[in-house]
């Protein structure tokens, strides 16, 4: 029973364009969400998070969208760099529970 | 300051052995958790600590344990290991005490093969 769900695997993107993340959810006890990014055999690198009683937040070239009635986020790097070529991944918790439920992830490419 | 510090690196175990993990957390931080990267299964969560009890725990087998001692840093502990046990172990460490959520940062993982 996948409660987050990245469906996209992967994605491919240009230098500079826009590259747009996205990832639904089942629990409506979710009340708070992240992205992280991840390299290889490394830990995640915490990006961006955005509490269920906003529907945006913005840091720097990332934001994230909430829409709490489709149960959908999405996360958008603008302009997109080959830097940030690595497995994103959504992830939700529940008021009151400290577990981190994640998404399977999505690999951006960014071509130069 | 410091990040989160996960000993060791890599490790290979025997199946039917055991195993402990070490995790220092970000200092200051009271709340460390534990999760398992496998390839078929994603990232799962295993179990949070707060205050040397455990807050939280995951859906795994009762072979897979932890502790947390009183200047925060914890283990984890896995008996008995089998096959499927070879993963990316990855401890996070917020400074959540009670209240809304805030983000966890993680370590670099230990990565456990089980032969």
């Known amino acids: 029973d996948q409660q987050v769900k990245q469906n996209s695997p992967s994605l491919s993107v240009q230098e500079g364009r826009i590259s747009i993340l996205n990832c639904d959810y089942t629990?409506?006890?979710?009340?708070?969400f992240l992205w992280y990014k991840k390299y290889p055999a490394e830990g995640p690198t915490f990006l961006i998070s955005?509490?269920?009683?906003?529907d945006k937040n913005e840091d720097g070239r990332f934001t994230v969208f909430l829409n709490k009635s489709a149960k959908h986020l999405s996360l958008h790097i603008v302009p997109s760099q080959p830097g940030d070529s690595a497995v994103y991944f959504c992830?939700?918790?529940?008021?009151?529970?400290?577990?981190?439920?994640f998404g399977s992830g999505t690999r951006l490419q960014v071509q130069p | 300051k410091a990040g989160v510090t996960q000993t060791p690196r890599y490790l290979i175990k025997t199946r039917g052995q055991q195993v402990t993990l070490s995790c220092s957390p970000i200092?200051?931080?009271?709340?460390v958790s534990w999760y398992q990267q496998t390839p078929g299964q994603g990232l799962q969560f295993l179990f949070e600590?707060?205050?040397?009890?455990?807050?939280n725990k995951g859906n795994f087998p009762g072979r897979f344990s932890g502790r947390q001692f009183s200047n925060s840093r914890s283990e984890m502990n896995v008996s008995t290991l089998e096959l499927g046990d070879s993963a990316l172990y990855l401890c996070?460490?917020?400074?959540?005490?009670?209240?809304?959520?805030?983000?966890?940062?993680f370590g670099q993982g230990t990565r456990l093969t089980v032969v």
């Open positions: 955005i509490s269920s009683i906003k």
């Open positions: 992830a939700a918790s529940a008021k009151g529970r400290r577990a981190l439920t």
């Open positions: 629990n409506s006890m979710f009340d708070y």
């Open positions: 200092s200051g931080h009271r709340s």
């Open positions: 600590y707060f205050s040397e009890t455990q807050r």
């Open positions: 996070a460490s917020s400074d959540t005490g009670t209240g809304d959520y805030t983000e966890a940062f």
